[in-house]
């Protein structure tokens, strides 16, 4: 494949994924994030005032108002770029975090870059640039992860691990052999701290303790629950058979639940970003209760962000009067002392 129609293919396949998201069902069909089997203890004396809730939480020396993330979703298309603008202005104006899709596209493409750049209008955020992990396999080193975080001034940089979804694919890049030593070189060298990142099957608690000992930052479980990548790549194969064998997964994956649970035992001092499936801010309340530091979304982002600005703005808002509410009615008056409040697994 020549260079122009590589650049031509991965742009199209960002267009699809963005399409395929928002115009198709592509949830894991039984698998859940674990999450409803969970319920704090209500607390109907909490001694404490709605308005003193304190949800701020920091992550690589910058203060979050929410420990709330906007996951990476999209980039490298004419319609990424207002879509990650929108995101851009609400996290500014909220003290959020965000993440930018895979930039593969704008290191191919240079003309792409401007869809993935957005420090002018959010110069303070927390922000991660993004690369896949197995592009390490494909010619890609310390120079083009450098790129992509110099590309959009980031903060830290996400390698994403997509084993599955590039199995499925027929262009997929399928080569994952003698990675952790890469990803090694990669977060001794690079200027910014790595986040390792699932995209939606989790990590095990094997792959988070190889990622430690690796030296990444922080680990992001993005676990099964929400939105299953192979059934994106369902809607986009190109004829039966590679239909067939991407369905089969489905409902493949570890979730979300465990995802958490697994990354703060294997590596108790490494930050652990929840995501996978999270959809309200009582998803984010239980996420840190069970052991994480900030929680992501993006599937409701995307679909607020595809919208406007405003839609954007109104749902942070709503995510963080949800978190703030249930922190209020367990009793925590600030992050920390929600990582100590009382869940229980309903039987």
Partial sequence: MSKVTEQTATESRKADHIRINLDSDVQFPRLTTGLERYRFMHQALPELSLNDIDTRASLFGKTLGAPILISSMTGGTEIAQSINRNLARGAQKHRIAMGLGSQRAALEDRALASSYCIRDIAPDILLFANVGAVQLNYGYGLQQCQEAVDMVG???????????????????????????????????????????????????????????????????VAGAGGTSWSEVEYHRAPNA?????????????????????????AAPNL????????????????????????????????????????????????????????????????????????LHVIT
């Fill in 154 to 220: 980031a903060d830290a940089l996400i390698l994403h691990f997509n084993v599955l979804q590039e199995a499925v694919q027929p262009e997929g890049d399928i080569d994952f052999s003698g990675l952790l030593r890469k990803v090694e070189s990669i977060c001794a060298k690079v200027s910014v701290p790595v986040v390792a990142k699932e995209v939606g099957w989790g990590f095990s608690d094997s792959a988070v303790r190889d990622l430690d000992n690796a030296g990444v930052s922080a680990i992001d």
């Fill in 271 to 342: 930050p652990v970003i929840a995501s996978g499936g999270l959809r309200d801010g009582i998803d984010i309340a239980k996420s840190i209760a069970l052991g994480a530091d900030i929680a992501g979304l993006a599937s409701p982002f995307l679909r607020a962000a595809s919208e406007s600005f405003s839609a954007v703005d109104e749902l942070i808002q709503e995510l963080a009067a949800q978190l703030r509410i249930a922190m209020l009615c367990t009793a925590s008056g600030d992050i920390a002392a929600l990582k100590q409040a009382e």
């Fill in 241 to 265: 058979f590679h239909a067939r064998v991407a369905r089969s997964f489905a409902d493949w994956g570890i979730p979300t639940v465990d995802a958490i649970q697994y990354a703060r035992r």
